[in-house]
């Protein structure tokens, strides 16, 4: 069989996968949490050293995916995860600014199977979710806002820090409140911080479901991504974390994640991507150090966000049969964002600052690379499934590939709810997706049998079992992952034969959707 023809069988039969796992008899509520820009090693589950007891408590109580993998691309990943579809099929492998096509929503899905459905936070679309099968809809529907103040300069306060939009002399994004857009979008309270107002929109509507009533929230955060930006008293904690450098903190974080058998005891660290700290002068020490103490106090803020949506659950008596579901967009991004004019310490609502290389290189611990890169360190995502009612395996830890094309699949065969050829006069695709509803209800021998693909601008990539073939401006380099998870030692001139299989697997997915070289 030709791999054109392979290919082709994937995406026309694969859909089947959703209905293999029959849905519960209580449908159980379903809350997806998506994070933005964090990397593979920030969480105290994946080696990091920020507090996260919530989510750890999620990991320690559910089931911890070690080959979770994203698009490398915020809005790539929002549109695969929300429709079970490669963004090159719904149109957004190139751009956010058009309808997703020939896809239905998660929404609109749960919608259907009669569950109330909920989004709190970020979009980055020009979609309205309200019109996409979601009952409620309030956040940032552009890419990055000031955390402090997405709008106007407010009495008594410095002028916020805002990104314009490209081609465009609008300085402000988009807000939206119950579907109803804002531009600019100017918060009274001076309490307004993103990440507490998304968990506030989600807490106020789960206090008007009906008891009865199973519902569906996506809760997408904009933190940590830039502008690093937090409370002082969240900062006030890691002031001297970070003062030993790169080097240190990503030795600290690999050890640990071998402890926490997130990697394999004989695992090895990949080649640092870090400035040498001792190269620095006292004053960029300083500098750089604070800048990872606000990242690392915006990941703990998420956290103290997510015991509140906890706690919030366990007041409605519904934490025991509520499937919670937190990853992270891509992996830590090493763009630099560079906003004139900006004044005030790291982490004011006056200073846009972003993470930078140095320590995007220990957010993606042990990995190479970063955001927008098909390497492992720009693809690869922490993934925690935590349904106390289902899960039986706490703790466990999860080696199986998965891709955020998977999750609608997986969120299908849970509710039961049927996935259309055709939906509101748009042809739908199946889903080249795989339900691992199985691996969450004890499956250990569940397999995937089917390869990835990657392509985001100038990376691209195709996983099949152990193998990886990945390319960044064309140059090809193949890894075996189940030996070298690190992607160390390139096998492209000793495994030619192997090589040229996936390359060919790949050149046939993209010509479907007729990417070109870049």
């Not at 979009?123 to 890419?143: A, C, I, K, V, W």
Request: hydrophobic residues 35%.
């Amino acid at each position: 069989m030709s791999s054109r023809i392979l290919i082709s069988l994937i995406l026309l039969s694969s859909f089947s996968n959703c209905n293999e796992t029959p849905p519960p008899k209580s449908p159980p509520n379903v809350i997806l949490i998506l994070v933005d820009d964090m990397g593979y090693s920030d969480l105290g589950a994946y080696g990091g050293e920020v507090a996260t007891p919530n989510i750890d408590r999620l990991a320690l109580g559910g089931v911890r995916f070690t080959n979770a993998y994203n698009t490398s691309k915020c809005f790539p990943s929002r549109a695969a995860l929300l429709t079970g579809l490669y963004s090159q099929q719904t149109g957004y492998h190139e751009s956010f600014r058009q309808p997703m096509r020939n896809a239905i929503t998660l929404g609109e899905l749960f919608q259907s199977s009669g569950y109330t459905t909920l989004w709190s936070g970020k979009h980055h679309s020009t979609e309205n979710p309200m019109d996409r099968g979601f009952n409620h809809y309030s956040g940032l529907l552009d890419g990055a806002a000031n955390h402090f103040n997405p709008g106007i300069k407010r009495e008594g306060e410095g002028q916020p820090a805002q990104k314009g939009l490209r081609n465009s002399p609008v300085s402000y994004r988009n807000w939206v409140i119950e579907g109803e857009v804002y531009n600019p979008y100017t918060p009274k309270s001076e309490d307004f911080y993103t990440t507490d107002v998304f968990t506030n929109y989600a807490l106020d509507w789960m206090d008007q479901i009906k008891p009865e009533k199973p519902f569906f929230l996506y809760l997408s955060y904009t933190a940590p991504h830039d502008p690093l930006m937090a409370w002082p008293k969240d900062i006030e904690k890691y002031k001297d974390h970070y003062k030993e450098g790169y080097e240190a903190i990503r030795n600290k974080r690999f050890k640990k994640q071998k402890q926490l058998g997130v990697l394999p005891k004989n695992a090895v660290l990949s080649k640092a991507e870090h400035a040498d700290w001792e190269s620095l002068s006292a004053a960029e020490k300083v500098k750089e150090s604070r800048t990872m103490a606000v990242y690392a106090a915006m990941i703990d803020r998420l956290d103290q966000n997510i015991g509140r949506l906890l706690e919030k659950l366990k007041q409605q008596g519904k934490l025991n049969n509520t499937l919670i579901l937190f990853t992270s967009d891509n992996g830590g991004s090493s763009e630099v964002v560079e906003i004139p004019g900006g004044t005030g310490e790291i982490g004011a609502a006056t200073n846009w600052k972003s993470l930078g290389k140095n320590w995007a290189n220990v957010s993606n611990t042990p990995y190479r690379e970063y955001k927008n890169w098909s390497h492992e360190g720009g693809i690869k995502t922490p993934l925690i499934a935590y349904w106390p009612k289902k899960i039986k395996n706490k703790g466990f830890v999860s080696h199986k590939p998965v891709h955020f094309i998977d999750f609608l699949p997986t969120l299908v065969a849970l509710s039961g709810a049927d996935y259309p050829k055709n939906y509101n006069g748009d042809t739908i695709f199946p889903s080249p997706g795989k339900s691992f509803l199985p691996q969450l209800l004890g499956d250990s021998t569940d397999k995937r049998g089917k390869p990835i693909f990657w392509q985001w601008r100038h990376g691209k990539a195709v996983r099949d079992g152990s193998w990886k073939l990945v390319a960044h401006k064309e140059v090809w380099e193949l890894y075996n992952l189940e030996t070298d998870p690190v992607e160390e030692i390139n096998l492209i001139d000793k495994e030619k034969e192997k090589a040229a299989q996936l390359k060919s697997l790949y050149e046939d997915w993209a010509a479907q959707f007729k990417i070109t070289k870049r």
